[in-house]
């Protein structure tokens, strides 16, 4: 199975202050087809996950551009410039290229 | 609007089974795979296997291919998840998501199944 390790497990900041996750996979997550199938979620406390980014660094409908993606083969980072409140919760990255998918352990976003 | 609304939550003892269901609606039910995630408590999320709804055929993760049943009642645009011979580790939030060229790009609020005696 692929591993996804996702750093830091905790991240303080402050309220319009800028956040970067990591997300490093055991290995190459372009697809055959020429795609990287590498996807950001946000879990709010109480709710069930959604989808920020796709592919990297494709924002998903309704998602501010203080979101962002980047990233490739095995290396990936999600950036959140000036936090606010709704932003706090819980990122996981999901990887879909290899069977069978498997998520990032998590990363819980906290003000300082 | 898409929405997959799950059914509530449920209270079993070790032994028994639990069925969810995973109701769609504002799209095409049979255009898109259909995703399961766990998540037990406090813990992360795991991906359970996927359904084709188009024919059927389920896909298992390793670690859910003994005692877990996808299923489907296409004509009602519902997705199942049953778990028989449920035990304590099972008590988690199941998840359904819909599958849009490998992106989960829509969840059920969630289902909650606590097992005990």
């Known amino acids: 199975d692929v591993v996804m390790t996702q750093t830091p497990v905790s991240l303080p900041v402050s309220l319009g202050g800028q956040a970067s996750i990591s997300c490093r996979s055991s290995?190459?997550?372009?697809?055959?087809?020429?795609?990287?199938?590498l996807h950001w979620y946000l879990q709010k406390p109480g709710q069930s996950p959604q989808l920020l980014i796709y592919r990297v660094s494709n924002r998903f409908s309704g998602v501010p551009d203080r979101f962002s993606g980047s990233g490739s083969g095995t290396d990936f980072t999600l950036k959140i410039s000036r936090v606010e409140p709704e932003d706090l919760g819980d990122y996981y990255c999901l990887q879909s290229t290899h069977f069978p998918l498997t998520f990032g352990s998590g990363t819980k976003l906290e003000i300082k | 609007q898409i929405q997959l609304v799950q059914s509530g939550p449920e209270l079993k003892k070790p032994g028994e089974s639990v069925k969810i269901s995973c109701k769609a609606s504002?799209?095409?039910?049979?255009?898109?795979?259909m995703n399961w995630v766990k998540q037990a408590p406090g813990n992360g999320l795991k991906w359970m296997g996927w359904i084709n709804t188009q024919t059927g055929k389920p896909t298992y993760a390793d670690d859910f291919k003994q005692r877990f049943v996808f299923s489907l009642e296409t004509s009602a645009s519902t997705a199942y998840l049953q778990i028989n011979n449920l035990n304590i580790e099972d008590t988690a939030t199941y998840f359904c998501?819909?599958?849009?060229?490998?992106?989960?790009?829509?969840w059920g609020q969630g289902a909650s199944v606590t097992v005990s005696s």
């Open positions: 504002g799209y095409t039910f049979t255009d898109y795979a």
């Open positions: 998501t819909r599958n849009n060229h490998g992106v989960m790009d829509a």
């Open positions: 290995q190459s997550l372009v697809h055959s087809n020429g795609n990287t199938y």
